[in-house]
């Protein structure tokens, strides 16, 4: 058959690739783009959560943050070792930053990228105790699960297997998540410091969905890298949260 | 980083007019590198004129066969393929990296699964190495093929496929659909597009019972059979693709030849490529590397760890020199086919002209 078609038209039509021979340079920088902000949100995320092992206020907790300490990981190595097919050093790469680094709790940065690494700005705020760690562990795992429909579907096909694999992963961690925090909030005085700490990190983990209308986007889905745009998938996610901590009292 | 390693060419067979098997063996002790998952491809390198082509091409064995095969169609104009085609003989040697790809699914040998495969032209290599692999090893599983060809005399394993149907009998159905020859019946001559996955789906193929489906041919061809497969409701999950051999790039063009580099210190002008639009700004020969400049002139463009390890930062050298200071991730023959990694690049001749787009 010798109908050859257009790299571009062939995604643009919801094509698949396959392997790093068969992507162009453009589609290149942002799939690296993207599974490095991945990598480097999961290994800064276990890294916070390794924090947190220490305030959980017993077995159950401590196993249940062990996990998601554990397993964020090892979900950053998957993709890592994708990045590695294209040449990434993967050894230096894992090296190459602080991952346990946090600012002060009242830094005010935005949503925008700072320090060396690509981690979404949520992941730069340090956890005040096992109460706000649970609470930022619900708000950004029910984040995670909606950004996951997206990552899932990306046109890049060894990654998009890496994401199936990984999806219910997290999303058990957001339940272990929501199991404490039903914990923590059925006493009043739990119920009040959660509701605390949800306020502190809902605008800081909506942060990570992106500005509306961004122009990034539009790139991304040329490529068959995202399908939804930011504004619906911050929509999808507030719907989320209302539907799990509404009935907690939390929301 | 993967690497190469020397195989021996131990049978070139020309299995069509155009196009050959080539049964290759690894040294001793590189066998257990290339350990094959069926689906799996080689990725081969050889120097033309003194410029490295790096290609890959499917394996076409079982993995009971106790080899490695790879067949190679000619591509009009592609140096790699009539090299193979026109000068490889048993003996030679050839160097490949170890296998790699996702195109399979772990074995079950209790499974009792309903495999479909559809191949254009020489998109049949890993499906056959499936095919094969899947009726040795799960003896209650059973393989229904579509196989698209121009004409009859273009098919590629023909006869291996008739062996293998008499061999395990009731078990692999092959559906050839030829593009320019009339057969029997109208539904299996001409294209795969839309309407015949949606015929061959009406009345000759139980997609309700299909486990996973395998694709690999040209894109048109993936695009209308998964569109199909969807809309039957299968998942991505079941949905494995191989993209066919069209979708690599060219050749690469060598470097183009530098100016003569002026004295450092003084600026450089930059003219920089990004998602089609060609943007041009002075910057610094020193202390500025050529991603911050990018990003200094509101160039969106693509990092990551900015220190020469990731390569998110990749960009090609069109005119001009730059020097980079450190690289951890691209490999020589990127480098001589110009990459470089921008944020560890700075310029060394009076104007440069790069491209994150090619």
Known sequence: MSDVMNIDDYLAQGGVLTSPDNVPARYRGELLR?????????????????????????????????????????????????????????????????????????????????????????????????TDAVAMNVLMGLATGVQLTELTRVSYAPLAEVFREIAPREARHAELGLEGLERIAAADEGRAEARAAVAYWHPRVAATFGVAGSARYGTLARFGLRHTPNETLLARWEGLVAEKLGPLGLN | MARFHSLEVVDVRRETRDAVVVTLKPRPEDEGAFDFIQGQYLTFRRDFDGEELRRSYSICAGTDEGCLKVGIKRVDGGAFSTWANENLAAGDTIEAMPPMGKFFVPLDPQSDRHYLGFAGGSGITPVLSIVKTVLAREPKSRFTLVYANRQISSIMFREELEDLKNLYLGRLAVLHVLETEAQEIDLFTGRIDAEKVQALFAHWIDVNSVGTAFICGPEPMMLAIAAALRNHGLADSQIKFELFASGQPGRARAKAVSRVAVEPGSGTEATVTLDGATRTFLMPRQGQSLLDAALAANLDAPYSCKVGVCSTCRCKVVEGEVEMAVNHALEDYEVRAGYVLSCQSFPLSEKLVVSYDE
């Open chain 1, 34 to 130: 993207l599974m490095s902000s991945f990598v480097d949100s999961e290994l800064a995320g276990s890294a916070g959560f390794a924090g947190a092992i220490n305030f959980a206020p017993g077995i159950k907790e401590r196993i249940a943050a062990s996990r998601i300490t554990l397993e964020k990981a090892d979900h950053a190595e998957r993709v890592l070792n994708v990045m590695g097919s294209f040449g990434t050093d993967t050894r230096r790469y894992q090296t190459q930053h602080d991952w346990a680094a946090r600012v002060a709790r009242d830094a005010d940065f935005g949503a925008a990228r700072t320090g060396g690494d690509m981690r979404l700005s949520v992941f730069r705020y340090p956890l005040d105790g096992w």
